[in-house]
């Protein structure tokens, strides 16, 4: 089985710290992505990153960067944190492919991220 | 703007029943849709991916695509109260690499 773990499952930080959200898998996938779910507005990609190294803008990145310096974690980071990035981060895990089997993603368990 | 839709419902079944959850696309160019299950306060669990047009099954679970009308769905028979859940609908887009794109999910309410 898939295997994608996050560092934390709940964290509570203050305005202007800068957080750090951990992830790791163990299915030696290509793709690795960070989401966040809020409601009413259902999971938004923030980063992704296909290879070591190599990372993309979502549909949400202001105010978050990422780290992939192995293939196997996936590092989210808050360079400020503001009580606007309160949510449920997700992190997910791809093997890869050109559409159809291997595309299908894996998610960790999720954290529960609250800045005060 | 690539864009998957779905009604937010509560959609109620009677338990036994077949429950319908729908789910349309924007984008002529989407390769792979994903149905996932997501409990309250936990992560989203993969039910079923379908590629190709028509009808896929695994157990209790049908997944249907038709790329000309662009609409995807997930049937569910039998339907059980621990299928209570929100069902989540994603696509991933060629170009896309691999990255998939979310609807905002249906809540389905499954009644004894």
């Known amino acids: 089985d898939v295997k994608v773990t996050q560092s934390s499952r709940y964290l509570v930080k203050r305005t202007g710290e800068k957080v750090f959200l951990e992830c790791v898998q163990d299915?030696?996938?290509?793709?690795m992505f960070w989401y966040r779910q809020d409601p009413g507005l259902g999971l938004r990609l923030i980063y992704f990153?296909?290879?070591?190294?190599?990372?993309e803008k979502g549909d949400i990145p202001e105010g978050y960067s990422v780290s992939r310096e192995k293939k196997e974690r996936f590092s989210l980071i808050l360079e400020s944190a503001s009580t606007n990035q309160t949510s449920m981060y997700l992190c997910?895990?791809?093997?890869?492919?050109?559409?159809?089997?291997?595309?299908?993603?894996?998610f960790g368990q999720g954290t529960r991220l609250t800045v005060v | 703007q690539k864009e998957v839709e779905q009604n937010s419902g509560p959609l109620s079944v009677p338990e036994g029943a077949i429950a319908s959850l729908n789910c349309t696309y924007s984008?002529?160019?989407?390769?792979?849709f994903f149905w996932y299950r997501q409990y309250s306060g936990k992560s989203p669990e993969l039910i079923m991916f379908?590629?190709?047009?028509g009808d896929k099954e695994d157990g209790r679970f049908t997944a249907q695509l038709n790329k000309a009308s662009q609409y995807v769905s997930l049937l569910i028979r039998d339907s059980q109260p621990s299928d209570s859940a929100t069902y989540l609908c994603?696509?991933?887009?060629?170009?896309?690499?691999?990255?998939?794109?979310f609807g905002t999910g249906t809540q389905l309410k499954v009644e004894l």
């Open positions: 997910a895990s791809s093997l890869g492919g050109r559409g159809g089997t291997g595309t299908e993603a894996f």
């Open positions: 299915m030696d996938h290509e793709n």
């Open positions: 990153s296909y290879d070591v190294k190599m990372k």
């Open positions: 984008d002529r160019g989407s390769q792979s």
């Open positions: 379908i590629y190709s047009n």
């Open positions: 994603a696509a991933s887009f060629t170009g896309g690499g691999n990255k998939l794109t």
